[in-house]
Nanobody, 122 residues
Framework: QVQLVESGGGLVQAGGSLRLSCAAS????????MGWYRQAPGKQRELVVG???????NYADSVKGRFTISRDNAKNTVYLQMNSLKPEDTAVYYC????????????????WGQGTQVTVSS
């Protein structure tokens, strides 16, 4: 099994910054991609940003220029630096990882973290 543990959420004023971290542990051969999703009350979960093992990224238009994802492959950890936060960024943020658990397979299993609350006050 694979566990994803997130940290770094909290309450911040509009214009402020937060840094989220997500560490993956367990039966991991490799991680193909990691990313951050968010879900606001009454809304569907949406992709914030994803990053491949090679460092390619895919940002939602709403966060481009404000959020930066980075990844430490040696630590199986992904970070999300969030700057210039807005009230509409308020949501539960979930870490996601596509994991290959064995050298004998190419199948990727998807895992989710428990979520961390980010609240931006106006």
């Amino acid at each position: 099994q694979v566990q994803l543990v997130e940290s770094g959420g909290g309450l911040v004023q509009a214009g402020g910054s937060l840094r989220l971290s997500c560490a993956a542990s367990g039966t991991i051969f490799s991680i193909a991609a990691m990313g951050w999703y968010r879900q606001a009350p009454g809304k569907q979960r949406e992709l914030v940003v994803g990053i491949t093992s090679g460092g390619s990224t895919n940002y939602a238009d709403s966060v481009k220029g404000r959020f930066t994802i980075s990844r430490d492959n040696a630590k199986n950890t992904v970070y999300l630096q969030m700057n210039s936060l807005k009230p509409e960024d308020t949501a539960v943020y979930y870490c996601n990882a596509e994991v290959v658990t064995s050298r004998w397979t190419s199948i990727r299993n998807t895992y989710w973290g428990q979520g961390t609350q980010v609240t931006v006050s106006s």
